[in-house]
T-cell receptor, first 114, second 114 residues
Framework: GQQLNQSPQSMFIQEGEDVSMNCTSS?????WLWYKQDPGEGPVLLIA?????ELTSNGRLTAQFGITRKDSFLNISASIPSDVGIYFC??????????????FGQGTTLQVKP | DGGITQSPKYLFRKEGQNVTLSCEQN?????MYWYRQDPGQGLRLIYY???????QKGDIAEGYSVSREKKESFPLTVTSAQKNPTAFYLC?????????????FGAGSRLTVL
């Protein structure tokens, strides 16, 4: 099955630094979602994007739906130790809009040094 | 509180044995999904069900089986035909929001084959 290209694969940063990660696809998407997964737990939704060009914030998190509909980025400002985890992007293709099937990126593992 | 409950959290199996992972949701969601997660590979779709008594294969259905006799329940059986069953299994359900499907995940079940 198709997967999104998510980068970087991993990041090790200092507390207080800003973080940026992105996902790209060869096909267009109707929806972009960003999830965070803590170790040994299920992913939790952070931000959902529904329109090309949409820019949405959730606290220190900001995500954008690329204007070409083939990419999205997630920024985290002023990172803190509890930001540690795996961040996944997910997209819904137009042909899957009535099935609920999402395509997931490989994940970005974030580690924050206090 | 509404949510998705997966059980057991940890499961050990001997080669050649079938095991069933439970997934129950009280969110009144119509659609339910099973994903498999391996390190560095993101989430891969095993099976999904949009309504009771109906389900479809995902990208990696071989060696797995499901049933959907009730709206709230979507158990996954890992059969002896699955060649590499050791993985983290995630159940999810969805409701269509703003024309898109946003998945809510359970806490996951880790299966280890001895």
């Amino acid at each position: 099955g198709q997967q999104l290209n998510q980068s970087p694969q991993s990041m090790f940063i200092q507390e207080g630094e800003d973080v940026s990660m992105n996902c790209t696809s060869s096909s267009i998407f109707n929806t972009w979602l960003w999830y965070k997964q803590d170790p040994g737990e299920g992913p939790v939704l952070l931000i959902a994007l529904y329109k090309a060009g949409e820019l949405t914030s959730n606290g220190r998190l900001t995500a954008q739906f690329g204007i070409t509909r083939k990419d999205s980025f997630l920024n985290i400002s002023a990172s803190i130790p509890s930001d540690v985890g795996i961040y996944f992007c997910a997209g819904e293709e137009p042909r899957s809009s009535n099935t609920g099937k999402l395509i997931f990126g490989q994940g970005t593992t974030l580690q924050v040094k206090p | 509180d509404g949510g998705i409950t997966q059980s057991p959290k940890y499961l050990f199996r001997k080669e050649g044995q079938n095991v069933t992972l439970s997934c129950e949701q009280n969110l009144n969601h119509d659609a339910m999904y099973w994903y498999r997660q391996d390190p560095g590979q993101g989430l891969r779709l095993i099976y999904y069900s949009q309504i009771v008594n109906d389900f479809q294969k995902g990208d990696i259905a071989e060696g797995y089986s499901v049933s959907r006799e009730k709206k709230e329940s979507f158990p996954l059986t890992v059969t002896s035909a699955q060649k590499n069953p050791t993985a983290f299994y995630l159940c999810a359900s969805s409701i269509t929001r703003s024309g898109a499907n946003v998945l809510t995940f359970g806490a996951g079940s880790r299966l280890t084959v001895l």
